[in-house]
């Protein structure tokens, strides 16, 4: 039963977050609250971790979500079987509509329904993209997961903004740092991290 909740929570969110993988973050928060599978502070590290990864942000925090649901169940098979459940349940609308897009590619082409509903989904994707963004600064820098949870109070660390400034003055204002590659920059923070103990 609990992988076919895992399968359907992440069905859902492949087949409504348009935009790409920062657009996964508001529905991973609802999994969060509706299930207790993981909470703020781990959807925090999750998606720092996916973000440093290789692969989509959705697709890598599906399938540590599905492996960490599965593993009490029955150990690391269970684990491995919840992680791949989890994964297909993601991308699985997307390879259901590139499928029927491509069987009716000609007249979705010509279509001004289709092409109207695409922009209207341009600002949707928009809209959960900027919610994302807010999301990620409510954690990463307050410790809640919402504006409501904010004005109840939060605990503000003031290392991760100064983490976050620094990296914003190296890659932009520091000409020697500006061009290096952005792997340096997620080593160097997860470094930080690690020595300063960010996670506590």
Known sequence: MIFLKLFWEFFKT??????????TVPFLQDIAEKTGWFNSAQLADMIAVAESTPGPLGVNTATYVGYTVG???????TGILGAVIATLGLITPSIIIIIVIAYFLEKF????YVDAAF???RPASVGLIGAAGINIVLLSFFRVSSLSQLAAGFH?????ILLAALVLVLTRYVKPTKKLH???FILMSAVIGIVFGFAQ
């Not at 492949?14 to 657009?23: D, E, L, N, T």
């Not at 009490?72 to 098979?77: F, I, L, Q, R, T």
């Not at 082409?109 to 001004?112: C, G, H, I, V």
């Not at 503000?156 to 991760?160: A, G, K, L, Q, S």
């Open 14 to 23: 492949g087949m409504f977050s348009v935009g790409g993988g920062m657009a």
């Open 71 to 77: 593993l009490p169940v029955g150990g690391v098979g």
């Open 109 to 112: 082409r010509t279509n001004r």
């Open 119 to 121: 922009y209207g989904l």
């Open 156 to 160: 503000f660390d003031y290392r991760h």
């Open 182 to 184: 952005p792997i340096y």
